[in-house]
């Protein structure tokens, strides 16, 4: 009798318990991602070497301990509005020797233009030494087809963060 009665709830105790898992596993691990020494408490660092910062809008993605691909935020939204900038993801991989250094990040960062047009601008940053970073980027018109893009190089990068007013980004 005993018997047929854990088999009748077998399947709610499975459930029961992975739902347990993944509610600790979730809150775990958005917790580890907040604390993380390269998530947002590196902002200041990002200002100092002119990389962009993790927005207060953005979600972490990824688990602190992936590897390859690190971690990442993403922006709920993916459009701008009329006058925002909207900085749509962030990707942060840490240093293989030491993971709690800056190494890799590479983000993108969108803009409504005058004629209704959403422009992106892609960053990558190499962080040396948590003290100086060599930048990358790419720009293009998001949904056009076909796809126009121009690599930039430092100058360009910061040509672009000056005319959407993203001072923080320039390089001095």
Known sequence: MKNLNLKKHFFKIVLLIFGIYF???????????????????????????????????????????????????????????????LHIWKNVTPSENEPYILNKEMDGLRKRNSDGRIMQLNIYSTIIGDSVSKRKGRFFYYDSKPRMEKELNEMEIDSVAKSWNLNYLIKK
Request: no cysteine; hydrophobic share 25%.
């Open 23 to 85: 509610t600790y596993d979730y809150f775990d691990n958005r917790n580890e991602i907040k604390n993380l020494n390269y998530g947002i408490k590196a902002n200041e660092l990002r200002i100092t070497l002119n990389v962009p910062i993790i927005n207060e809008y953005m979600k972490s993605r990824n688990r602190h301990d992936d590897g390859f691909f690190g971690n990442g935020w993403d922006s709920w939204s993916k459009k701008p509005n009329e006058t925002e900038i």
